[in-house]
Protein backbone atom coordinates (compact mmCIF):
# COMPACT_ATOMS: atom_id res chain seq x y z
CA UNK A 1 0.00 0.00 0.00
CA UNK A 2 1.46 3.43 -0.85
CA UNK A 3 2.25 6.17 1.68
CA UNK A 4 0.07 9.42 1.94
CA UNK A 5 1.81 12.01 -0.36
CA UNK A 6 -0.91 14.85 0.02
CA UNK A 7 -1.57 15.86 3.43
CA UNK A 8 -3.69 18.25 4.89
CA UNK A 9 -3.12 19.05 8.54
CA UNK A 10 -5.23 21.16 10.51
CA UNK A 11 -3.19 22.10 13.58
CA UNK A 12 -0.10 23.31 13.91
CA UNK A 13 1.80 20.47 15.56
CA UNK A 14 1.83 18.08 12.99
CA UNK A 15 2.65 20.43 10.37
CA UNK A 16 5.93 20.96 12.38
CA UNK A 17 6.70 17.28 12.83
CA UNK A 18 6.36 16.60 8.73
CA UNK A 19 9.09 19.48 8.72
CA UNK A 20 11.08 17.83 11.28
CA UNK A 21 10.71 15.36 9.55
CA UNK A 22 12.12 16.44 6.22
CA UNK A 23 8.53 15.61 4.49
CA UNK A 24 6.81 18.86 4.54
CA UNK A 25 6.51 18.36 0.32
CA UNK A 26 3.95 16.06 0.89
CA UNK A 27 1.50 19.01 3.04
CA UNK A 28 -1.07 20.37 1.00
CA UNK A 29 -2.88 22.28 2.99
CA UNK A 30 -2.65 23.75 6.82
CA UNK A 31 -4.90 25.84 9.43
CA UNK A 32 -4.64 29.48 9.39
CA UNK A 33 -2.66 29.46 12.63
CA UNK A 34 0.70 27.68 11.30
CA UNK A 35 3.30 29.55 11.84
CA UNK A 36 6.20 26.93 12.22
CA UNK A 37 8.39 26.77 9.95
CA UNK A 38 7.46 29.97 8.35
CA UNK A 39 7.70 28.20 4.45
CA UNK A 40 4.61 26.41 6.06
CA UNK A 41 2.41 29.60 5.57
CA UNK A 42 2.53 29.86 2.22
CA UNK A 43 0.80 26.28 1.65
CA UNK A 44 -3.35 26.82 1.04
CA UNK A 45 -5.23 27.45 4.02
CA UNK A 46 -8.58 25.56 4.83
CA UNK A 47 -9.25 26.38 8.84
CA UNK A 48 -9.24 27.69 11.71
CA UNK A 49 -9.09 25.60 14.87
CA UNK A 50 -13.24 25.27 14.85
CA UNK A 51 -13.99 25.12 11.28
CA UNK A 52 -12.58 23.83 8.18
CA UNK A 53 -13.46 24.96 4.64
CA UNK A 54 -14.47 20.79 3.47
CA UNK A 55 -14.84 21.73 0.18
CA UNK A 56 -11.28 23.42 -0.20
CA UNK A 57 -10.40 20.43 1.43
CA UNK A 58 -11.87 17.96 -1.10
CA UNK A 59 -10.40 20.01 -3.84
CA UNK A 60 -7.31 19.57 -2.53
CA UNK A 61 -7.16 15.68 -2.69
CA UNK A 62 -5.96 14.97 0.39
CA UNK A 63 -4.86 11.22 0.91
CA UNK A 64 -4.60 11.73 4.77
CA UNK A 65 -5.87 14.05 6.81
CA UNK A 66 -4.60 14.82 10.32
CA UNK A 67 -6.86 16.72 13.19
CA UNK A 68 -6.69 16.94 17.07
CA UNK A 69 -8.74 17.05 19.70
CA UNK A 70 -12.09 16.45 20.76
CA UNK A 71 -13.08 20.08 19.71
CA UNK A 72 -12.40 19.41 15.76
CA UNK A 73 -14.58 15.68 16.14
CA UNK A 74 -17.31 17.34 14.09
CA UNK A 75 -14.72 18.41 11.37
CA UNK A 76 -13.37 15.20 11.62
CA UNK A 77 -16.52 13.41 10.97
CA UNK A 78 -17.77 15.82 7.91
CA UNK A 79 -14.47 14.92 6.24
CA UNK A 80 -15.18 11.01 6.83
CA UNK A 81 -18.55 10.91 5.49
CA UNK A 82 -16.68 12.90 2.54
CA UNK A 83 -14.78 10.06 2.17
CA UNK A 84 -11.53 11.20 3.42
CA UNK A 85 -9.14 9.36 5.18
CA UNK A 86 -8.60 11.27 8.74
CA UNK A 87 -6.32 10.59 11.49
CA UNK A 88 -7.72 12.60 14.80
CA UNK A 89 -4.90 13.12 17.46
CA UNK A 90 -6.15 13.65 20.95
CA UNK A 91 -3.13 13.78 23.09
CA UNK A 92 -2.71 16.22 26.65
CA UNK A 93 0.91 14.78 28.07
CA UNK A 94 4.78 14.92 26.67
CA UNK A 95 4.46 10.74 26.39
CA UNK A 96 1.27 11.80 23.98
CA UNK A 97 3.54 14.36 21.91
CA UNK A 98 6.01 11.35 21.26
CA UNK A 99 3.62 9.19 20.81
CA UNK A 100 1.85 11.62 17.78
CA UNK A 101 5.52 12.13 16.42
CA UNK A 102 5.59 8.06 15.94
CA UNK A 103 2.07 7.74 14.94
CA UNK A 104 3.43 10.33 12.27
CA UNK A 105 6.47 8.56 11.17
CA UNK A 106 4.42 5.13 10.80
CA UNK A 107 1.41 6.62 8.87
CA UNK A 108 4.60 8.05 6.52
CA UNK A 109 6.52 5.39 6.11
CA UNK A 110 9.40 7.17 7.82
CA UNK A 111 9.21 5.50 11.53
CA UNK A 112 13.30 6.09 11.91
CA UNK A 113 12.95 9.48 11.30
CA UNK A 114 10.27 9.60 13.63
CA UNK A 115 12.40 8.09 16.28
CA UNK A 116 15.37 10.02 15.67
CA UNK A 117 13.07 12.74 16.04
CA UNK A 118 11.76 11.36 19.42
CA UNK A 119 15.48 11.28 20.84
CA UNK A 120 16.81 14.40 19.96
CA UNK A 121 13.69 15.96 22.47
CA UNK A 122 13.85 13.66 24.41
CA UNK A 123 17.96 14.30 25.45
CA UNK A 124 16.82 17.71 25.45
CA UNK A 125 14.01 17.61 28.20
CA UNK A 126 16.58 14.99 29.64
CA UNK A 127 19.02 17.83 29.59
CA UNK A 128 17.12 20.43 31.59
CA UNK A 129 15.22 17.98 33.95
CA UNK A 130 18.85 17.09 35.18
CA UNK A 131 19.77 20.40 36.22
CA UNK A 132 16.69 21.04 37.72
CA UNK A 133 16.78 18.17 39.97
CA UNK A 134 19.84 19.75 41.55
CA UNK A 135 17.75 22.87 42.87
CA UNK A 136 16.82 23.23 46.61
CA UNK A 137 14.09 25.58 45.87
CA UNK A 138 10.98 24.86 43.36
CA UNK A 139 9.14 28.02 42.67
CA UNK A 140 5.37 27.56 42.88
CA UNK A 141 4.03 28.89 39.28
CA UNK A 142 0.25 29.74 38.48
CA UNK A 143 0.30 29.42 34.40
CA UNK A 144 -2.96 30.81 32.53
CA UNK A 145 -4.40 29.34 29.63
CA UNK A 146 -7.36 32.37 29.52
CA UNK A 147 -8.36 35.16 31.71
CA UNK A 148 -12.57 35.10 31.60
CA UNK A 149 -13.00 32.22 32.48
CA UNK A 150 -9.65 31.64 34.13
CA UNK A 151 -7.66 28.78 33.09
CA UNK A 152 -5.21 27.00 33.93
CA UNK A 153 -2.12 24.46 32.81
CA UNK A 154 -3.07 21.79 30.62
CA UNK A 155 -1.17 18.29 30.84
CA UNK A 156 1.94 18.97 28.94
CA UNK A 157 2.53 22.13 30.18
CA UNK A 158 1.97 21.19 33.57
CA UNK A 159 4.62 18.26 32.66
CA UNK A 160 6.99 21.15 31.47
CA UNK A 161 6.22 23.63 34.76
CA UNK A 162 8.31 20.58 36.72
CA UNK A 163 10.68 19.90 33.88
CA UNK A 164 11.85 22.91 34.45
CA UNK A 165 12.25 22.87 38.34
CA UNK A 166 9.31 25.24 39.08
CA UNK A 167 5.77 23.76 40.86
CA UNK A 168 2.18 23.66 39.22
CA UNK A 169 0.09 25.05 42.22
CA UNK A 170 -2.96 23.50 39.70
CA UNK A 171 -1.22 20.35 39.33
CA UNK A 172 -3.87 18.22 40.16
CA UNK A 173 -6.28 19.66 37.11
CA UNK A 174 -3.97 19.07 34.68
CA UNK A 175 -4.97 15.99 33.17
CA UNK A 176 -8.88 17.02 32.89
CA UNK A 177 -9.87 16.21 29.50
CA UNK A 178 -12.40 19.68 28.68
CA UNK A 179 -11.10 22.95 29.46
CA UNK A 180 -13.72 23.18 32.21
CA UNK A 181 -11.55 20.69 34.13
CA UNK A 182 -8.95 23.28 34.46
CA UNK A 183 -11.08 26.50 35.83
CA UNK A 184 -9.83 28.44 38.47
CA UNK A 185 -10.98 31.44 40.74
CA UNK A 186 -9.47 34.29 41.46
CA UNK A 187 -9.70 32.96 45.40
CA UNK A 188 -7.65 29.94 44.71
CA UNK A 189 -5.12 31.97 43.21
CA UNK A 190 -4.97 33.48 45.92
CA UNK A 191 -4.47 30.94 48.27
CA UNK A 192 -2.27 28.97 46.33
CA UNK A 193 0.70 31.80 46.80
CA UNK A 194 2.24 31.20 43.51
CA UNK A 195 6.00 33.00 43.42
CA UNK A 196 5.37 33.00 39.18
CA UNK A 197 2.71 33.90 37.20
CA UNK A 198 2.72 33.04 33.54
CA UNK A 199 0.38 33.81 31.23
CA UNK A 200 -0.24 32.47 27.64
CA UNK A 201 -3.68 33.70 26.12
CA UNK A 202 -4.24 31.73 23.32
CA UNK A 203 -4.96 34.25 20.39
CA UNK A 204 -4.51 37.33 22.51
CA UNK A 205 -1.55 38.95 24.12
CA UNK A 206 -0.99 38.71 27.52
CA UNK A 207 -2.24 42.03 29.92
CA UNK A 208 0.13 41.89 32.86
CA UNK A 209 -1.84 44.95 34.36
CA UNK A 210 -5.35 43.39 34.62
CA UNK A 211 -3.79 40.36 36.05
CA UNK A 212 -2.05 42.44 38.84
CA UNK A 213 -5.19 44.71 39.28
CA UNK A 214 -7.54 41.60 40.08
CA UNK A 215 -8.84 42.08 43.77
CA UNK A 216 -6.77 40.64 46.10
CA UNK A 217 -3.83 39.57 43.67
CA UNK A 218 -1.76 42.24 45.14
CA UNK A 219 -1.28 39.91 48.02
CA UNK A 220 0.28 37.07 45.91
CA UNK A 221 3.95 36.78 46.01
CA UNK A 222 4.49 36.96 42.18
CA UNK A 223 2.67 40.07 42.23
CA UNK A 224 4.48 41.19 45.01
CA UNK A 225 8.34 41.15 43.58
CA UNK A 226 6.67 41.23 39.97
CA UNK A 227 7.08 37.82 38.51
CA UNK A 228 4.73 37.99 35.62
CA UNK A 229 5.75 36.64 32.56
CA UNK A 230 4.11 35.94 29.14
CA UNK A 231 4.73 32.84 26.72
CA UNK A 232 3.41 33.01 23.58
CA UNK A 233 0.48 30.25 22.88
CA UNK A 234 2.28 29.43 19.66
CA UNK A 235 5.56 28.00 21.46
CA UNK A 236 3.73 26.54 24.44
CA UNK A 237 -0.34 25.93 23.69
CA UNK A 238 0.53 23.61 20.64
CA UNK A 239 0.66 19.84 21.67
CA UNK A 240 4.33 19.56 19.53
CA UNK A 241 7.35 19.61 19.09
CA UNK A 242 7.97 23.49 19.93
CA UNK A 243 6.64 23.04 23.27
CA UNK A 244 9.50 20.38 24.35
CA UNK A 245 12.16 23.03 23.28
CA UNK A 246 11.02 26.68 22.87
CA UNK A 247 8.53 26.42 25.19
CA UNK A 248 10.08 24.56 27.57
CA UNK A 249 13.44 26.68 27.17
CA UNK A 250 11.32 29.55 28.18
CA UNK A 251 9.48 27.76 31.22
CA UNK A 252 13.52 26.81 32.12
CA UNK A 253 14.66 30.69 31.91
CA UNK A 254 11.47 32.13 33.39
CA UNK A 255 11.64 29.66 36.41
CA UNK A 256 15.55 30.65 37.30
CA UNK A 257 15.21 33.86 37.43
CA UNK A 258 12.75 33.49 40.22
CA UNK A 259 15.31 31.43 42.51
Not at 29 to 56: L, N
Not at 60 to 78: C, E, G, R
Not at 171 to 194: C, H, L, S, W, Y
Amino acid sequence: MPYPTRIVCLTEETVETLYLLGEGDRIVGVSGFVVRPPQARRKPKVSTFTDAKIDEILALKPDLVFTFSDIQADITANLMRAGLEVHAFNHRTVAGIFSMIRTVGALIGEPAKAEALVADLQAGIDRVRENSAALKNRPRVYFEEWDEPMISAIGWVSELIEIAGGENVFADRAMGQAAKDRFVTAAEVINAAPDIIIGSWCGKGFKKGAVTARSGFDAIPAVKNGRLYEIKSSIILQPGPAALTEGLEELRAIVASAR
